[in-house]
């Protein structure tokens, strides 16, 4: 099963900006492609809802509250998926996670906290 870690998570200023890595091991790169991949967050006492995603067609999905602020991205060769986040507020304060989605098997990662604070 594909293992998932997340990195960039950190404390910053509102207004500030961040980019968050999600790396893909114990999977060859052509199984890598077939992942539909997304970030998602949670807040203390709030349920984990999406970010950003692929959609099956390819092209990227956003929540509507990061709309404009946010952007998925990924790296085949790397087999790694960023969330570059700008103009973030404390709103946005949340553990974020890395999904991979294959054959209707979801895996996820640990999570990276992101504060955004003054």
């Known amino acids: 099963q594909v293992q998932l870690v997340e990195s960039g998570g950190g404390l910053v200023q509102p207004g500030g900006s961040l980019r968050l890595s999600c790396v893909a091991s114990?999977?060859?790169?052509?199984?890598?492609?077939?992942?539909?991949m997304g970030w998602y967050r949670q807040a203390p006492g709030k349920e984990r809802e999406l970010v950003a995603t692929?959609?099956?067609?390819?092209?990227?999905n956003y929540a509507d509250d990061v709309k404009g602020r946010f952007t998925i991205s990924k790296n085949n060769s790397k087999k790694t998926v960023y969330l570059q986040m700008d103009n973030l507020n404390p709103e946005d304060t949340a553990v974020y996670y890395c999904?991979?989605?294959?054959?209707?098997?979801?895996?996820w990662g640990q999570g990276t906290q992101v504060t955004v604070s003054s």
């Open positions: 999904k991979a989605t294959r054959g209707g098997i979801d895996s």
């Open positions: 692929f959609t099956n067609g390819g092209g990227p």
């Open positions: 114990r999977t060859i790169l052509s199984v890598f492609t077939s992942y539909t």
